[in-house]
C-alpha cells in the first residue's frame, strides 16, 4: 500500500493506489470497533447494576429477618402481611432482573463473537496471500466456530456454511429455539 502526498488513498481521495479490499477492511475494523465499545460501554453499566441487585438481594434478607423479629400480636399482624407482601413483589421483580442480565451475557458474547469474526474475515481479505487460498478460509472458518460456547451459534454457523442466507437461518432459529429460551433461565 503506497501513501500519496496528502494521506492513505481511500474513497473521497481515490489514487492509483485505490483497492476496494482496502475500503472495506476498513469499514469492517469500524464494525469491530463499534462493537467493542459498545460491549465495553454496556460492561460497565451491567456491572453497577449487578452491584445493586446483589447489595438489594442482602437488604431483602435483612427486611424478611426483621419480619421473623417482630412481635407476633393482632396489631403487628397486618404490618408483617403487607411488609412481607411487597418484599416477595420486591424479589419477583429482581429475579426479572437476573433474567434480564443472563439475556445480556448471551448477548455480549454473540456480540463479542461477531467482532472477532469480522476482525479475522479484516485479516483474510486484507491479505492478497490468503484471499484466494481456500484453506485460509477454511482456518478462518473453523477458528470462528471453535469460539462459539452456545449450541445456538453453531447451529447458526452450520446453516449459514450450509448455504442458507440470513433471513433463512434466523427462520430456522426461531423455529428451533422458541421454546428453548424458556428452558435457558436460571432462577436464584
Same mark, same amino acid.
Given at each position: 500500500m503506497s501513501e500519496n502526498l496528502s494521506g492513505p488513498s481511500t474513497a473521497i481521495s481515490p489514487d492509483l493506489d485505490w483497492s476496494q479490499i482496502r475500503e472495506t477492511v476498513r469499514m469492517l475494523f469500524l464494525s469491530v470497533?463499534?462493537?467493542?465499545?459498545?460491549?465495553?460501554e454496556s460492561d460497565d453499566s451491567v456491572e453497577h447494576l449487578t452491584s445493586a441487585f446483589t447489595t438489594m438481594?442482602?437488604?431483602?434478607?435483612?427486611?424478611?429477618?426483621?419480619?421473623?423479629?417482630?412481635?407476633?400480636?393482632?396489631?403487628?399482624?397486618?404490618?408483617?402481611?403487607?411488609?412481607?407482601?411487597?418484599? !416477595?413483589?420486591?424479589?419477583?421483580e429482581m429475579q426479572g432482573a437476573v433474567i434480564a442480565f443472563q439475556f445480556y451475557d448471551k448477548l455480549t458474547q454473540r456480540l463479542s463473537?461477531?467482532?472477532?469474526?469480522? @476482525?479475522g474475515l479484516s485479516e483474510l481479505v486484507s491479505d492478497?496471500?490468503?484471499?484466494?487460498?481456500?484453506? @485460509?478460509?477454511?482456518?478462518?472458518?473453523e477458528?470462528?466456530?471453535?469460539?462459539?460456547?452456545?449450541?445456538? @451459534?453453531?447451529?447458526?454457523?452450520?446453516n449459514v456454511m450450509n448455504g442458507a442466507d440470513v433471513r433463512e437461518a434466523v427462520r430456522k432459529y426461531n423455529e428451533?429455539?422458541?421454546?428453548?429460551?424458556? !428452558?435457558?433461565?436460571?432462577?436464584?
Open positions: 470497533a463499534q462493537i467493542e465499545i459498545a460491549l465495553h438481594m442482602g437488604y431483602e434478607s435483612i427486611i424478611a429477618a426483621a419480619i421473623d423479629d417482630l412481635p407476633d400480636t393482632e396489631e403487628t399482624a397486618e404490618i408483617r402481611q403487607t411488609i412481607k407482601h411487597n418484599a !416477595d413483589l420486591v424479589t419477583q463473537h461477531v467482532g472477532s469474526s469480522i @476482525e492478497i496471500a490468503k484471499i484466494y487460498n481456500p484453506a @485460509e478460509w477454511n482456518s478462518l472458518q477458528k470462528i466456530k471453535s469460539k462459539y460456547s452456545m449450541r445456538e @451459534e453453531h447451529e447458526m454457523f452450520e428451533t429455539h422458541k421454546e428453548d429460551l424458556k !428452558d435457558d433461565i436460571e432462577f436464584f
